[in-house]
């Protein structure tokens, strides 16, 4: 059975399956909501049902807690509709400009090692498909018994014909060991993409914040060279943070960026403090450097992506601390899959 969505303050409308999350269907019907992880864990998609009945769904405790579920909030990329529903969720948006995300094949080009837990994975697209997505969209990679694993695309759309990844290692998990020992050029991925509302909000003339935690540098990457090929203006200050300086993988890229982009500065941050590493730059945590460089955020924008904690801690930080408007913080937080899209 369908239902019709009414999203506020938008205006916007659209059909809903009652068997599947609300976000599903709003991605088929180019509808536009924020959202990241699509497993219920980063918060991203979170709305308050006005008006009708939803099934929570998978939402797990520690996104929703009961206070919320009580005050009528869901997360739409796990509630089902019961009914019509109106909805209140910002930053809705309608276009047809928002490419639906497919499934196809991909072929594993060039494997290099970066640093001891991140490997630069290049897949090659099909020829016989064109895949269109925006700077910093994530892809899942589609694994055996129904379980896949969200990579985000590390280079931007300019680049045509290969994406580039950068998965970290992570011990004892179901995929990336298999990156990092066994995975081989020629090897075929399928994949599915793209997701994600991780993008550069090009009519935006604020100056922008970028802050990484480790990966969390692969979506980064893509805004930039992006910004870099449309020539942006805006100030644009990158921090990406890392325990070691081994962890700032692309060290010397970023440096180069200051070069390729007016108006850019990259800030390194290290949180791990050992003697004789020979890092003579910041050290401590990487959205602690922006609040001693920004007294005030409140005509800037921010990207965030990394580990979730480093997303809530800028979050709460930016919005509470130094006026940064709720709107003006886009994440994309790295929640692990295990659980979420098994
Ligand atoms: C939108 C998005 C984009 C991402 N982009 C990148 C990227 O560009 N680069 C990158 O390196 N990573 C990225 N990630 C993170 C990446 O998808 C995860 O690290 C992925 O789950 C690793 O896969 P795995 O199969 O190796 O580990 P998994 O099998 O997922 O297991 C991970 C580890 O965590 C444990 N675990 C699993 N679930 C839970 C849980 N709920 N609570 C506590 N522990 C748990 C497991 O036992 C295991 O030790 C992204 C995540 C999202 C959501
Ligand atoms: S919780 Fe819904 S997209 Fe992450």
Redesign the pocket.
């Known amino acids: 059975m369908s239902f019709q969505i009414q999203l506020q303050p938008s205006g916007i409308t659209f059909a809903a399956d009652e068997n599947r999350p609300v976000l599903d269907s709003a991605i088929d019907a180019n509808v536009t909501l924020p959202y990241?992880?699509r497993?219920g864990f980063?918060g991203a998609c979170k709305g308050k049902v006005l008006q009708g009945q939803v099934d929570l769904g998978k939402a797990p405790e520690q996104s929703l807690p009961i206070s919320e579920r009580e005050a009528g909030f869901a997360l739409l990329c796990c509630a089902k509709p019961q009914s019509n529903l109106l909805v209140d969720i910002k930053g809705a948006s309608q276009t047809a400009a928002v490419v639906p995300p497919k499934q196809f094949p991909c072929r594993v080009n060039h494997l290099e090692r970066l640093a001891g837990d991140v490997m630069r994975v290049m897949l090659q697209l099909p020829a016989s498909e064109t895949f269109a997505f925006r700077a910093g969209q994530?892809i899942d990679i589609l694994l055996d018994n129904g379980l896949r694993?969200?990579?985000?695309i590390?280079n931007a759309p300019s680049v045509k014909s290969e994406l580039e990844?950068?998965?970290?290692l992570?011990?004892?998990?179901?995929?990336?060991?298999t990156v990092f020992d066994g995975m081989k050029p020629r090897d075929i991925l399928r994949v599915e993409g793209p997701?994600?509302t991780f993008w550069l909000r090009e009519e935006s003339l604020k100056p922008i914040v970028m802050l990484a935690g480790g990966?969390g540098f692969?979506?980064l990457k893509a805004l930039v060279e992006h910004a870099i090929h449309l020539g942006v203006k805006r100030p644009v200050t990158l921090y990406w943070g890392a325990r070691s300086p081994d962890g700032l993988y692309l060290h010397k890229l970023a440096q180069s960026w200051q070069s390729s982009l007016p108006h850019f500065r990259y800030i390194p941050v290290i949180s791990e403090s050992r003697q004789n590493d020979g890092w003579t730059g910041q050290r401590g945590l990487v959205h602690e450097a922006v609040l001693a460089d920004f007294a005030d955020l409140s005509q800037h924008e921010v990207y965030a992506c990394g580990a979730p904690p480093m997303i809530e801690a800028a979050r709460n930080s930016f919005t509470q601390q130094r006026g940064l408007p709720p709107e003006e913080f886009f994440s994309?937080?790295?929640?692990?899959?295990?659980?979420?899209h098994s």
């Open positions: 990241g992880c497993g980063c994530y694993r969200s990579f985000s590390a990844l950068h998965i970290r992570i011990p004892g998990g179901h995929f990336t060991p997701f994600g990966t692969a979506p994309d937080a790295f929640t692990f899959a295990a659980r979420a």
